[in-house]
């Protein structure tokens, strides 16, 4: 009995998950298509010595090219990507390929490490627009 209501669940959290995604794409489709988008971080972030009050992503940089490396560094981890839009991992890549902050030496200061040590919320923001302009892509 546990199981089946294990499965009617299970069922209803897809069910709930697809229409948020449909409700995402629909949002999306409404907002105007920005190819940058500047994050300002309500507190400075720091990371390996860098201090950080906002970060600009270049999103309209982004080729085929990268796509396809995100996608083999997700792939070369072992995991499996279904929907680039909806996956925390390619939204995270995505962001380091088109975050244009660079050191004094040129270097990136964001990485996936970095990403990954934000705040949540600003994480959250910043794969927030990465979905989005994803999404408007796709229409």
């Not at 907002?31 to 309500?42: A, I, K, L, M, S």
């Not at 906002?54 to 072992?78: K, P, Q, V, Y």
């Not at 839009?85 to 200061?109: H, N, P, Q, T, W």
Request: proline share 2%; glycine share 6%; net charge neutral.
């Amino acid at each position: 009995m546990s199981t089946d209501k294990s499965k009617i669940t299970a069922a209803a959290g897809a069910e709930d998950s697809a229409a948020q995604a449909v409700a995402e794409e629909e949002a999306a489709k409404k907002e105007t298509d920005v190819g940058t988008y500047t994050h300002t971080f309500r507190k400075p972030f720091i990371h390996q010595g860098h201090t950080i009050e906002s970060l600009t992503f270049n999103w309209d940089s982004l080729t085929g090219a990268d796509h396809c490396a995100i996608e083999n560094e997700i792939l070369m981890r072992g995991r499996t990507l279904v929907t680039p839009e909806f996956s925390s991992e390619f939204l995270c890549g995505m962001a380091v390929r088109a975050c244009s902050a660079r050191d004094d030496k040129g270097i990136r200061i964001l990485n996936a490490d970095a990403m990954k040590a934000m705040p949540m919320r600003d994480f959250q923001g910043i794969c927030k627009k990465a979905r989005s302009f994803l999404l408007r892509a796709g229409s």
